[in-house]
């Protein structure tokens, strides 16, 4: 059995497990709110005597169908991913898309009859927990498979340069990695460091394919040259071998990289501008609804901290700094004043520290619980920066990160935020810069609605246990 196939095998059981898990749900939450007793009776928002049970049958068809619906959607019939947290987080969003829908299909549909929310909300529950162990299941399975060498693809590289070492060791940290590196062809004796077996040559590529039984060609470019790669696709080309090729500027291709036609031409799109379309106009408009909704709630609080401010030692409330933000605009950020006055004459501009002597107390405490940075919402307001988005940085800086800290420029092709991706994996004030850099990356090429709403949801998190 080879990957391919393994892999539609799973596929094809964790739709069958989905569909008995989704319809044994309904029965399940039906038993416990109308036959268990267990449902408490101030709870019940349903009156009357018990629906028959039928009535729920009849749900279990369309459910069935939104289910599978959003969990396609949702790209999670992936075999290989379906059992991480991010999977589980995955699932959380695709039950709370399933529920809404079958709502709003109850209403438009069965409107004449009376259908428990309670039975809803619990099929729903039990639908999400049994729908992430079945994937569990179907993963320890896939890698119980793999440990007996059914359904992994044998692989060799093709040329070596500094890349192809990067590349084999994230082959080999994937747990759940279907592919077994057999050896390295045309390998150079600098190549003897990933220990891996010398095969041959490309020239004797039909050889090898056959007497190691080969699945899948990484072709390392550019150390195959163009002659090498057309050689090998027109010896291969009656071979049942898959071949793929890790381009040149591999450094700049992330996920949104696609191929694109003019005409007969391909173009391979390395990067596109993020945040646009109607989700960028969703994600604009959050902002400037949340920002606004909490410069009103909070403006008691940030009054009486401006006071404290005055009162506890000379110079103003707000502090104003430059910033370099989107498309390196610059803007001037608004923080409530956490140090003495005039605290970057002597020093420049330098980051702050957790014990820094030009901290006030009160500044101190403010830092802490991240009180200091409530008047940036006046910049998300303003339109200089978003809830979400790479920390802004010093305008004084610029220059010497842009040329000590490769892509350090990319954190600029979207708005700053308040917080970020790497705020949220503890990646704040005087820490790494070359790791947040890679964090706000991440972030930029993935981003998504979903995205900003766990960012902001860790952060408030975080808030509460202080973590500055």
Same mark, same amino acid.
């Not at 268990?36 to 629906?51: D, M, N, Q, R």
């Not at 409107?111 to 049994?130: E, I, P």
């Not at 990319?410 to 991706?421: D, I, N, P």
């Given at each position: 059995?080879?990957?391919? @196939?393994?892999?539609? +095998?799973?596929? =094809? &059981?964790?739709? $069958? #497990?989905?569909?008995?898990?989704v319809?044994?749900?309904?029965?399940?939450?039906?038993?416990?709110?109308f036959?268990?007793?267990?449902?408490?009776?101030?709870?019940?928002?349903?009156?009357?005597?018990?629906?028959?049970?039928?009535d729920y049958?009849?749900?279990?068809?369309?459910?069935?169908?939104?289910?599978?619906?959003?969990?396609?959607?949702?790209?999670?019939?992936?075999?290989?991913?379906?059992?991480?947290?991010?999977a589980?987080?995955?699932?959380?969003?695709? @039950?709370?898309?399933? +529920?809404?829908? =079958? &709502?709003?299909? $109850? #209403?438009?549909?069965?409107?004449?009859?009376?259908?428990?929310?309670?039975?809803?909300l619990?099929?729903?529950?039990?639908?999400?927990?049994?729908?992430?162990?079945?994937r569990?299941?179907?993963?320890?399975?896939?890698?119980?498979?793999?440990?007996?060498?059914?359904?992994?693809?044998?692989?060799?590289?093709?040329?070596?340069?500094?890349s192809?070492?990067?590349?084999?060791?994230?082959?080999?940290?994937r747990?759940?990695?279907?592919?077994?590196?057999?050896?390295?062809?045309?390998?150079?004796?600098?190549?003897?460091?990933?220990? $891996?077996?010398?095969?041959g040559?490309?020239?004797?590529?039909?050889?090898?394919?056959?007497?190691?039984?080969?699945?899948?060609?990484?072709?390392?470019?550019?150390?195959?040259?163009?002659?090498?790669?057309?050689?090998?696709?027109?010896?291969?080309?009656?071979?049942?071998?898959?071949?793929?090729?890790?381009?040149?500027l591999?450094?700049?291709?992330?996920?949104?990289?696609?191929?694109?036609?003019f005409?007969?031409?391909p173009?391979?799109?390395?990067?596109e501008?993020?945040m646009q379309?109607?989700?960028?106009?969703?994600?604009?408009l959050?902002?400037?609804v949340?920002?606004?909704?909490?410069l009103?709630?909070?403006?008691?609080?940030?009054?009486?901290?401006?006071?404290?401010?005055?009162l506890?030692?000379?110079?103003?409330?707000?502090?104003?700094?430059?910033?370099?933000?989107?498309?390196?605009?610059?803007?001037h950020?608004?923080?409530?004043?956490?140090?003495?006055v005039?605290?970057?004459?002597?020093?420049?501009h330098?980051?702050?520290?957790?014990?820094?002597?030009?901290?006030?107390s009160?500044?101190?405490?403010?830092?802490?619980?991240?009180?200091d940075e409530?008047?940036?919402?006046?910049?998300?307001?303003?339109?200089?920066?978003?809830?979400?988005?790479?920390?802004?940085?010093?305008?004084?800086?610029?220059?010497?990160?842009?040329?000590?800290?490769p892509?350090?420029?990319?954190?600029?092709?979207?708005?700053?935020?308040m917080t970020?991706?790497?705020q949220?994996?503890?990646?704040?004030?005087?820490?790494?810069?070359?790791?947040?850099v890679?964090?706000?990356?991440?972030?930029?090429?993935n981003?998504?609605l979903?995205?900003?709403?766990?960012?902001?949801?860790?952060?408030?998190?975080?808030?509460r246990k202080?973590?500055?």
């Amino acid at each position: 059995m080879n990957n391919k @196939t393994l892999d539609h +095998l799973l596929i =094809t &059981l964790t739709v $069958l #497990f989905d569909l008995c898990f989704v319809a044994t749900a309904i029965v399940v939450a039906y038993w416990i709110r109308f036959e268990s007793g267990w449902t408490p009776e101030a709870l019940t928002l349903h009156k009357g005597g018990t629906p028959p049970l039928d009535d729920y049958f009849r749900l279990i068809p369309l459910m069935v169908i939104i289910w599978l619906m959003t969990l396609k959607a949702l790209k999670l019939y992936r075999p290989e991913n379906n059992a991480t947290l991010s999977a589980f987080w995955t699932l959380c969003k695709a @039950t709370g898309i399933a +529920l809404i829908a =079958t &709502l709003a299909a $109850l #209403f438009f549909i069965f409107h004449h009859d009376a259908y428990s929310r309670w039975v809803m909300l619990l099929a729903s529950g039990f639908s999400l927990v049994w729908l992430f162990l079945g994937r569990l299941v179907l993963y320890r399975f896939r890698q119980a498979i793999h440990a007996q060498g059914v359904g992994v693809n044998r692989a060799a590289i093709v040329g070596y340069e500094a890349s192809v070492k990067k590349f084999t060791d994230a082959l080999n940290a994937r747990s759940n990695s279907s592919y077994k590196l057999v050896g390295i062809i045309d390998g150079a004796t600098s190549a003897d460091d990933l220990h $891996l077996q010398h095969l041959g040559k490309s020239q004797d590529i039909l050889e090898l394919v056959q007497t190691h039984r080969i699945d899948t060609l990484f072709i390392a470019s550019p150390a195959a040259s163009n002659d090498t790669i057309l050689q090998i696709l027109h010896t291969c080309e009656g071979l049942p071998v898959q071949i793929n090729m890790m381009p040149e500027l591999s450094e700049f291709i992330r996920s949104g990289t696609a191929i694109t036609f003019f005409g007969d031409i391909p173009i391979l799109r390395l990067r596109e501008t993020p945040m646009q379309g109607i989700q960028g106009i969703v994600k604009r408009l959050i902002d400037v609804v949340f920002s606004l909704f909490a410069l009103i709630v909070l403006s008691p609080l940030m009054l009486a901290i401006a006071i404290t401010i005055r009162l506890t030692s000379p110079g103003k409330a707000i502090f104003r700094q430059e910033r370099v933000g989107r498309g390196g605009k610059r803007f001037h950020i608004y923080k409530f004043r956490s140090m003495h006055v005039n605290a970057e004459e002597n020093v420049g501009h330098v980051w702050a520290k957790s014990d820094d002597p030009r901290q006030t107390s009160l500044g101190k405490f403010l830092r802490r619980w991240s009180l200091d940075e409530l008047p940036q919402f006046l910049n998300v307001l303003k339109g200089d920066m978003s809830l979400v988005g790479p920390r802004p940085e010093m305008s004084g800086l610029i220059d010497t990160f842009r040329e000590s800290i490769p892509h350090y420029l990319a954190r600029q092709r979207v708005k700053s935020g308040m917080t970020g991706w790497a705020q949220v994996n503890g990646l704040r004030g005087n820490t790494s810069l070359e790791e947040r850099v890679s964090y706000d990356r991440y972030y930029i090429e993935n981003w998504s609605l979903g995205l900003d709403i766990k960012i902001i949801l860790k952060t408030l998190w975080a808030i509460r246990k202080g973590y500055r």
